[in-house]
T-cell receptor, first 114, second 110 residues
Framework: DGGITQSPKYLFRKEGQNVTLSCEQNLNHDAMYWYRQDPGQGLRLIYYSQIVNDFQKGDIAEGYSVSREKKESFPLTVTSAQKNPTAFYLC?????????????FGDGTRLSIL | EDQVTQSPEALRLQEGESSSLNCSYTVSGLRGLFWYRQDPGKGPEFLFTLYSAGEEKEKERLKATLTKKESFLHITAPKPEDSATYLCAVRSNRDDKIIFGKGTRLHILP
C-alpha cells in the first residue's frame, strides 16, 4: 500500500539534545512537507522540499533542520535551539508543490520534553 | 492577510441529527479549498478538493460546497464513527501557500 510512514510514534527529548524524526513515502511524490500541530492551532509549516537536495523554510523554521538526500525521505531534526518543541509533528507529501493536488499525511510523531 | 476561520470550534450532535460545519476564508485568489478528517493521534485524511464557487463534492454522508467566501461541510444523518476533527485548508494564488484552519471537533452521540 502506498503511503507516508513516520517514526517513531512517540519521542522524548532531553534538555540540550537534538532529535530526528523520520518520514518516508512510497507515493513517488516530488514535494514533501513538515508541519507542527499544537492544541487549538492550525497546522504550521516548518519546512518543505520540492525536489531532492533542495528545501525551503516555512513559517516557523527556527530551531529545526531538514535534509532531502532521497526522493522518498525527508527527515526533520529538532535542535536544542528549539525552546518549545513539545508538539505533534506531521509529515506530508504531494505530487508537486505547484500542482493543485492535495497533500497526504503520515500519522505523526508526538514529541515531548523529559 | 490570508486567513481561514472554521466554526464552530466544537459540535455535539445526536446520531442522525444533520448539521453543517463552516469554513470562511480570505485569500488573494483561491486556487483550491481542501477538507480533511483527523482522528485523535492520527494524521489528517484527505476528503475533498473544491476549486470554484458553486462546486459540490459528496462522499457517503458528507457533502462539501463552496462559495466565494466560504465552504460548508454538510453531514447528513451522522453516525458515531463520523466523530473526528474536520480541517479546512485553502491554497492561495499569491504565494502558493496552504493555510489551515484550526478545525471543528465533531462528536456524534449514539
Amino acid at each position: 500500500d502506498g503511503g507516508i510512514t513516520q517514526s517513531p510514534k512517540y519521542l522524548f527529548r532531553k534538555e540540550g539534545q537534538n532529535v530526528t524524526l523520520s518520514c518516508e513515502q512510497n507515493l513517488n511524490h516530488d514535494a514533501m512537507y513538515w508541519y507542527r500541530q499544537d492544541p487549538g492551532q492550525g497546522l504550521r509549516l516548518i519546512y518543505y522540499s520540492q525536489i531532492v537536495n533542495d528545501f525551503q523554510k516555512g513559517d516557523i523554521a527556527e530551531g529545526y533542520s531538514v535534509s532531502r538526500e532521497k526522493k522518498e525521505s525527508f527527515p526533520l531534526t529538532v535542535t536544542s535551539a528549539q525552546k518549545n518543541p513539545t508538539a505533534f509533528y506531521l509529515c506530508a507529501s504531494s505530487i508537486r508543490r505547484e500542482s493543485n493536488q492535495p497533500q497526504h499525511f503520515g500519522d505523526g510523531t508526538r514529541l515531548s520534553i523529559l | 492577510e490570508d486567513q481561514v476561520t472554521q466554526s464552530p470550534e466544537a459540535l455535539r450532535l445526536q446520531e442522525g441529527e444533520s448539521s453543517s460545519l463552516n469554513c470562511s476564508y480570505t485569500v488573494s485568489g483561491l486556487r483550491g479549498l481542501f477538507w480533511y478528517r483527523q482522528d485523535p493521534g492520527k494524521g489528517p485524511e484527505f476528503l475533498f478538493t473544491l476549486y470554484s464557487a458553486g462546486e459540490e463534492k459528496e462522499k457517503e454522508r458528507l457533502k462539501a460546497t463552496l462559495t466565494k467566501k466560504e465552504s460548508f461541510l454538510h453531514i447528513t444523518a451522522p453516525k458515531p464513527e463520523d466523530s473526528a476533527t474536520y480541517l479546512c485548508a485553502v491554497r492561495s494564488n499569491r504565494d502558493d501557500k496552504i493555510i489551515f484552519g484550526k478545525g471543528t471537533r465533531l462528536h456524534i452521540l449514539p
